[in-house]
Structures are given as C-alpha cells and as structure tokens.
T-cell receptor, first 110, second 112 residues
Framework: DVKVTQSSRYLVKRTGEKVFLECVQDMDHENMFWYRQDPGLGLRLIYFSYDVKMKEKGDIPEGYSVSREKKERFSLILESASTNQTSMYLC?????????FGQGTRLTVV | QKEVEQNSGPLSVPEGAIASLNCTYSDRGSQSFFWYRQYSGKSPELIMSIYSNGDKEDGRFTAQLNKASQYVSLLIRDSQPSDSATYLCAVRGDNYGQNFVFGPGTRLSVLP
C-alpha cells in the first residue's frame, strides 16, 4: 500500500510564526502536491513538485513556499503565518495517473 | 477555466438503495477520472478510477464515463450508513499538466 505521512495531525501556531509542514511518501513517486481544504471552497492546489528541487505554483501560492530536497519529502512553509491560513492541509503523492493523500494537518493560526 | 462541477448535496438515500453521484467537467482534453471518498475530518481516499468510456465496476461501486457529454458518475449499490461521506470527483489530463482538478464534492447521507 502507498503510504503518505504528514508530520502532524493538528498544529496551533501564532500569527507571524514560520510554520513547516512535512510530508513523506514511501513509494518513490515523482509527483507530490500540497492542497488546502476549506468549507465551501473545496480542495485548492498550493504548490506541486514533479521532481527533486522542481516546484510549480498552484492556484493559491501566496504566503507559501515549498522545498523538495529529496524525492520522498515535500515540505510546505508558511513564511509568516496569518489567521486566514487556518485550514486543513493535505499532501498528496502521485504515480501517473493516480494520487494518494496523507492524513491531513489541521492548522490553526491564533 | 478548467472546472469540475458537482451538486453539493446533501444527497439522502435510504439504506439499501442506489446512490447516484454526478460530475461534469469542462476540459475535453481530460484523460483520467477519479472518485474519492472523504469522511468528515479525514483525508480523501481513492475509491474508483476510470479512463475510457463506459462502465467500470468494483464491488458495490460503478463508475460511468461519457467523454462526449463530459460527464462521469458514481453509482453505489446497496447503500450502507457507512457510505455516508463527501464524494469528490477529480479529473486529470494533458491540459492540466501533472495536476488534478477537484470538484467541490457531494455530501451523501445514507439513512438507516
């Protein structure tokens, strides 16, 4: 079975903090994705990566950055957390054409 | 604008009935189609994929694809209360690059 693991299930951070969300997959997949999910807005793509050190902006990259130094790990960084970044964050890993999700990180910024 | 549309629901069906979930997409270049199930507070779980026109069956689930009409559906036979969840339609194709486009999801409630 494909395993996609996100480092935290729940996080509470303060406004202005730098926040790191980690995602690791164990299947040597090339493509990895970060989404956020909010009620009424569905899943929105923040960034994706199709190879080590490669990244592409998704639909809502503002306020976020990513890092992919190793194939198995894709990190999402909130440079200066704000309350409007309170959300469920979902990492996905893909071998064409299917994608598999981690368990999600529910981030609250106070 | 690449779009995937679904009725948000809630769709309520009695236990044992057939639940029918529908999805339309705007990009004719779409190649791959997926249904994910998401329980409240959990992450999406892939339950069906379909790539060519027609029906694909897996247990109680049947996915149907009609590329000419840009329409994909999911039928759940003998619906159970444990099927109560939000069902997300996702589409992938050449025009999306390596990305998926997700619909907003349909909330299904199976009543005992």
């Amino acid at each position: 079975d494909v395993k996609v693991t996100q480092s935290s299930r729940y996080l509470v951070k303060r406004t202005g903090e730098k926040v790191f969300l980690e995602c690791v997959q164990d299947m040597d997949h090339e493509n990895m994705f970060w989404y956020r999910q909010d009620p009424g807005l569905g899943l929105r793509l923040i960034y994706f990566s199709y190879d080590v050190k490669m990244k592409e902006k998704g639909d809502i990259p503002e306020g976020y950055s990513v890092s992919r130094e190793k194939k198995e790990r894709f990190s999402l960084i909130l440079e200066s957390a704000s309350t409007n970044q309170t959300s469920m964050y979902l990492c996905a890993s893909s071998y064409l054409p299917k994608a598999f999700f981690g368990q999600g990180t529910r981030l609250t910024v106070v | 604008q690449k779009e995937v549309e679904q009725n948000s629901g809630p769709l309520s069906v009695p236990e044992g009935a057939i639940a029918s979930l529908n999805c339309t997409y705007s990009d004719r270049g779409s190649q791959s189609f997926f249904w994910y199930r998401q329980y409240s507070g959990k992450s999406p779980e892939l339950i069906m994929s379909i790539y060519s026109n027609g029906d694909k069956e897996d247990g109680r689930f049947t996915a149907q694809l009609n590329k000419a009409s840009q329409y994909v559906s999911l039928l759940i036979r003998d619906s159970q209360p444990s099927d109560s969840a939000t069902y997300l339609c996702a589409v992938r194709g050449d025009n999306y690059g390596q990305n998926f486009v997700f619909g907003p999801g349909t909330r299904l409630s199976v009543l005992p």
